[in-house]
């Protein structure tokens, strides 16, 4: 199994105050499988995101990624394989405002062995157009795809988003998703995308749907559809 999480407990503050946040929890992911975590806020799908990139530390339980257990790193390996083998994608997209578009994209390529040839991704994330402006010259979705595109240009084993279309428009938020539709099926990248809008389930290829830190539902999707037809 590519990914594969067992048993992962997670809690916050001590004695009376203490709460925990994940319950529990069981998942495998397949290689290149989009993966919707879905829940209201406070259902520890974020928790449970940045426990999987290695951003917070379980209290219980192990994640292996293509065999290598997380917990067994060090500090140093588990920062480098963060670095090498993970992309991460937030509502904020966190450029930085005096490098172009291209150079904000470049900063990704070099923390990766083996990154994505520019040129090509930049015609992916339709910026092809906008590759010389700053970020200040960039409506809010370009800036997503530039932000998206540094993730992506890394070459990353696993895509984590965090809410990514959380800070758009409707309009805007369907191009993202269309553009992480893309990359899924490009460079069959696994992405694990944190969301609490319902219709995004519709085109992932596993749904995971968290309540109170525990799984009430994980299921694949039979009836997957393209994201240019999503509603809400």
């Not at 997670?10 to 529990?24: A, P």
């Not at 992911?29 to 406070?42: A, Y």
């Not at 010389?132 to 988003?161: E, M």
């Amino acid at each position: 199994m590519f990914l594969e999480l067992k048993g992962i407990r997670k809690s916050y503050g001590e004695k009376e105050n203490r709460v925990e946040v994940l319950k529990d929890i069981d998942i495998e992911v397949e290689k290149g499988e989009f993966v919707i975590l879905l829940g209201p806020s406070g259902s520890g799908k974020s928790t449970l995101l940045n426990i999987i990139g290695g951003i917070d530390d379980c209290d219980e339980g192990s994640i292996s990624i293509e065999g290598k257990i997380l917990e067994n790193m060090s500090e140093k390996q588990l920062s480098s394989y963060r670095r090498e083998h993970l992309g991460y994608i937030f509502q904020q997209y966190n450029l930085i405002p005096d490098l172009t578009v291209r150079e904000n994209i470049e900063t990704g390529a070099y923390l990766s062995k083996h990154p994505l040839e520019i040129d090509p991704l930049v015609d992916v994330l339709g910026l092809k157009e906008h590759a010389d402006k700053l970020p200040a010259q960039l409506s809010g979705g370009q800036q997503q795809r530039t932000s998206i595109g540094r993730a992506i240009v890394k070459n990353p084993n696993i895509l984590l988003c965090d809410e990514p279309t959380g800070a758009l428009d409707y309009a805007t938020s369907k191009e993202i998703m269309k553009l992480i539709e893309t990359v899924n099926q490009t460079y069959h990248t696994t992405i694990i995308m944190v969301t609490h809008n319902d219709a995004f389930k519709d085109m992932a290829d596993r749904v995971i749907r968290l309540r109170d830190g525990q799984i009430r539902k994980n299921y694949k999707n039979e009836t997957k559809i393209r994201a240019e037809d999503l509603e809400w």
